[in-house]
């Protein structure tokens, strides 16, 4: 059986993301540092091993100052079972094998480790898609692929359980974020090293009014009285622990040794015989 087409092209991942460290724009990375501090603070869980996947290790380190960091690759250099603790840290969305980057981060966690990732999620950027796909209809009258095709939240929390994490989880935040053009949207992607990498983009430069046009499209349907423009980044948080004899289990469907209305301090009614009553 062929294998599916590569979705990013990796060398080209690379090429922007060395160009974004000249002079990067980071607080999107900065923001999720936070929020997965935050969250390892309520697991009240003391982690003596973690590892970071990036491809921009500095907002990273300031947080987690003596994890090991990890080069986002196909194949990650991860240690089999050296680590309680794995974060996959805004990346995985760039992925080949999303599934294969999940198997990896597990199988490099020790017995009831952490795995916690954070990527860009569908709605991400959904008013940039929009007006560059109207602009290269009306310029050119076709379309090709400019923006990352991105995973949606129901999707995601199901590749953790294909990847054999328990107890997985998955949930979702949106961040407005404003500029004041399009054209300072696309600057700062460039230095966030999240500009097209897609293996089926056109290679040949796309023609200047295309970009022109597009921002006025933008302007036009989403700008503020103040003339600046919105742009949404949806961060998907996922969770999941490596499998250990310890973590609790669901019981077997019938298996329960008290009623739920006994609980709840109720009576408990059969179903009725398709006349609307019920029987005690």
Wanted: proline share 7%; hydrophobic share 45%; charged share 25%.
């Amino acid at each position: 059986m062929q294998s599916p087409p590569d979705l990013t092209d990796r060398a080209a991942l690379r090429r922007h993301r060395a160009r974004a460290r000249r002079a990067p724009e980071l607080f999107l990375h900065a923001l999720a540092a936070d929020e997965i501090q935050e969250r390892l603070i309520e697991v009240n869980r003391t982690f003596t091993s973690p590892a970071i996947v990036t491809g921009f290790p500095e907002p990273w380190q300031r947080g987690f100052p003596g994890a090991a960091l990890v080069e986002d690759d196909e194949t990650l250099t991860l240690e089999h079972g050296a680590h309680d603790l794995v974060i996959h840290a805004l990346c995985l969305h760039w992925a080949n094998d999303p599934v294969g980057q999940l198997v990896q981060c597990r199988r490099a966690l020790r017995p009831d480790g952490l795995f916690l990732g954070v990527l860009f999620g569908g709605r991400s950027l959904h008013e940039l898609r929009a007006a560059l796909a109207e602009a290269e209809v009306a310029l050119t009258g076709g379309l090709s692929p400019r923006v990352l095709p991105m995973g949606e939240i129901r999707d995601l929390g199901g590749l953790l359980q294909r990847a054999g994490f328990a107890l997985p989880v998955a949930d979702s935040a949106l961040h407005m974020v404003s500029y004041q053009t399009p054209f300072h949207l696309m600057r700062e992607l460039r230095a966030m090293g999240e500009t097209n990498a897609l293996a089926a983009r056109h290679r040949r430069t796309a023609p200047r009014a295309l970009f022109a046009e597009a921002a006025r499209r933008y302007a036009g349907a989403h700008a503020g009285p103040d003339g600046r423009i919105p742009a949404t980044a949806e961060l998907i948080y996922l969770a999941g622990w490596a499998p250990a004899d310890t973590q609790p289990r669901p019981l077997r469907p019938g298996s329960a040794r008290a009623r739920l209305a006994e609980a709840l301090g109720t009576t408990e009614r059969m179903l009725g015989d398709g006349n609307g009553q019920g029987a005690d």
